[in-house]
T-cell receptor
């Protein structure tokens, strides 16, 4: 089944403890992206990747890192999480970047930072 | 800078009533516009895109460049339409193509 998967789905952690949220897609998509969803703010893009080894900042990149070593994987890294990073995170992928290309979303990861 | 505005956080209608979810955008070029939907406990998914000029689940959306709007409409709301709806714009920026979402409108269809 063609899909985007994320792990973990739920995570509660403490301030400063490094964590990684994995994202994987099996559709051979070139473009991948991370968003955070907050009440009243909608979806805001954190980072995106046009292809392997090509990443760039979105609208809210502070406090996050990403890597794209393989086409199918695009992990989101929080080196030192803080409470303001408590949010619902979505990974998405599309065949190509932008234009009319549909983005396929993962199921989301709910992160709580205490 | 590109921007998408959805003025209503919550829209409540009765079953069978018409629905219009508003979306206005700001973009200097020719935008590609989308509506995404998120049903309860499900992932975000594409509902429709303006270039397709299609009707999905009874919903339509027309791009009005003069009013810079892309409102989502359905003549008769159904209970299963209750969901969160996001308008999104894909446009060229200095760094390439960027997809910008609005803040979303929660549609509640009441019996």
């Amino acid at each position: 089944e063609a899909q985007v998967t994320q792990n973990p789905r739920y995570l509660i952690t403490v301030t400063g403890k490094k964590l990684t949220v994995t994202c994987s897609q099996n559709m051979n998509h070139e473009y991948m992206s991370w968003y955070r969803q907050d009440p009243g703010l909608g979806l805001r893009q954190i980072y995106y990747s046009m292809n392997v080894e090509v990443t760039d900042k979105g609208d809210v990149p502070e406090g996050y890192k990403v890597s794209r070593k393989e086409k199918r994987n695009f992990p989101l890294i929080l080196e030192s999480p803080s409470p303001n990073q408590t949010s619902l995170y979505f990974c998405a992928s599309s065949f190509l970047a932008g234009g009319i290309n549909e983005q396929f979303f993962g199921p989301g990861t709910r992160l709580t930072v205490l | 800078a590109q921007r998408v505005t959805q003025p209503e956080k919550l829209l409540s209608v009765f079953k069978g009533a018409p629905v219009e979810l508003k979306c206005n955008y700001s973009y200097s070029g020719s935008p590609e516009l989308f509506w995404y939907v998120q049903y309860s406990r499900q992932r975000l998914q594409l509902l429709l895109r303006h270039i397709s000029r299609e009707s999905i689940k009874g919903f339509t959306a027309d791009l009005n460049k003069g009013e810079t709007s892309f409102h989502l409409k359905k003549p008769f709301a159904q209970e299963e339409d209750s969901a969160m709806y996001y308008c999104a714009l894909s446009g060229l920026t200095g760094g390439g193509n960027k997809l910008t979402f609005g803040t979303g409108t929660q549609l509640k269809v009441e019996l």
